[in-house]
């Protein structure tokens, strides 16, 4: 296994020595670390804090970015979105899943929950650029019921790896009906396995649900098929009343917070104080680019905590709370040793250039990351113990982009 050392960087507010021995941090010390390291960097300029845990994305989907904007939800999905993703293929997913990839290491996440189709074109796209991913295998009642069966199959058969998991991803109940709900907990459970879904986004949904579920709410619905568990991943959640947020609370489901998303498309405001204050488990993510319309998990937690305070509580959706969420909190909603820098955990990691003009003065560095920083101050991600970007450069990124903006280019002119 190879080794990582990094020297006087700023951990902690205080300058110490990092020792990265194949996938985990060794030693950290305030003392020099002897050690003939594969690799060295100086890390004097630099602060190393934790990266980034994206809760909830649709990867291939940043090809969609800026194609459909400034619509309702379902006339988004029904009349733009779904019509154009017929049109993708295979190698499609993949071009798109290396550009979103690319994006978010730029960006300082290491790690993603998805929901897209071709799952195994994402999961080939992670491998090969070393972050780590839940990739969800998307079932839906529109699809025929070989393919049902065959992505049932898909799910018993795949492995995971040390960066790569799947998870069941039933789209949203409404486009999942109550018999292929059942079916998706039954593989989840029968595998081990987390499921995602969309749930309680829009007010549509609230309301049609109840009148098609005597009166249940979707989160009631969800409960009522025994849906609801620490390994049930919730997007959205933005439509729920006390007696939900008990029940989510009981469950230990984990809420995935979209700030820019529910903005954009309307959707309505996150409950994130109240949540938290009732012990439900709330994490932050993206969502796909076509709805945010960036996967900046910076950008995320500065929405998320700025949206917070707009009741006139400004202790609420704090610096170091939502911080929290976007890292340690997320890697521990999925089962991942990391998100927070200590020996023998799993070596992901930062390091932000200290002279990156956003980052100055330096009375915070969590409320500076939270408030001021972007993409630009994040110039070293390391996951899973290698180096992912250095001095902002990812291995063939500009080859990403091209393949990326060649395939936008087949995919529109397509019939």
């Keep these: 296994m190879s080794t990582l050392l ?54 291939a989907m940043v090809l969609l970015r800026g194609f459909a904007d400034d619509m309702p939800l379902q006339a988004w999905l029904n009349d733009s979105i779904w019509p154009m993703e017929a049109k993708m293929t295979a190698e499609d997913i993949y071009a798109g899943s ?34 780590r991913a839940a990739i969800g295998v998307s079932l839906m009642d529109r699809q025929s019921d070989a393919l049902k069966d065959e992505l049932f199959e898909k799910i018993r058969s795949y492995k995971a790896s040390d960066r790569v998991s799947y998870t069941v991803a039933p789209h949203a109940i409404y486009t999942v009906g109550t018999d292929l709900l059942k079916r998706c907990k039954a593989s989840a459970e029968e595998n081990n396995i987390y499921l ?10 609230d309301v049609d649900c109840r009148k098609a ?28 009343d006390q007696h939900d947020q008990d029940i989510l609370a009981r469950s230990g489901a984990v809420c995935v917070h979209n700030p820019a998303s529910n903005m954009k498309l309307s959707s309505g405001v996150f409950k994130m104080k109240e949540l938290q204050k009732n012990g439900c488990c709330v994490t932050i993510g993206t969502d796909g680019a076509s709805s945010n319309n960036n996967l900046d998990m910076l950008e995320e937690m500065k929405l998320a905590a700025l949206l917070a305070k707009c009741y006139a509580d400004p202790e609420a959706g704090s610096a170091t709370d939502v911080f929290n969420m976007a890292t340690a909190g997320g890697a521990k909603a999925f089962g991942i040793d990391a998100g927070v820098i200590e020996e023998g955990r799993l070596a992901d990691a930062l390091l932000v ?27 070293t991600v390391i996951c899973n113990g290698k180096v992912v970007m250095k001095n902002r450069v990812v ?4 080859e990403i982009i091209e393949q990326a903006r060649e395939t936008c280019k087949s995919l529109i002119a397509r019939k």
């Design 6 to 59: 990094i020297n006087n960087v700023l951990l902690n507010g205080k300058r110490q020595n990092v020792l990265i021995d194949g996938t985990r941090f060794k030693t950290i010390s305030d003392n020099s670390i002897t050690v003939n390291a594969d690799e060295v960097i100086d890390g004097s300029n630099f602060a190393m804090v934790p990266p980034f845990y994206n809760g909830h994305c649709h990867a």
């Design 98 to 131: 290396r550009l979103a990839i690319l994006e978010m290491i730029k960006s300082g996440t290491v790690f993603f929950e998805d929901m897209y189709w071709e799952e195994h074109m994402t999961a080939k796209a992670v491998e090969e650029m070393g972050i």
């Design 196 to 205: 995602n879904i969309h749930l309680a986004e829009t007010m549509v949904e």
């Design 213 to 240: 579920h005597n009166g249940m709410s979707p989160v009631e619905y969800l409960d009522s098929l025994g849906l609801l568990s620490p390994k049930t991943i919730l997007a959205h959640v933005v439509h729920v």
């Design 353 to 379: 250039d200290l002279n990156n003009e956003k980052l100055v003065p330096n009375y915070n560095l969590i409320s500076n990351l939270v408030y001021s920083a972007d993409s630009s101050c994040i110039d």
């Design 395 to 398: 291995p063939g990124e500009k």
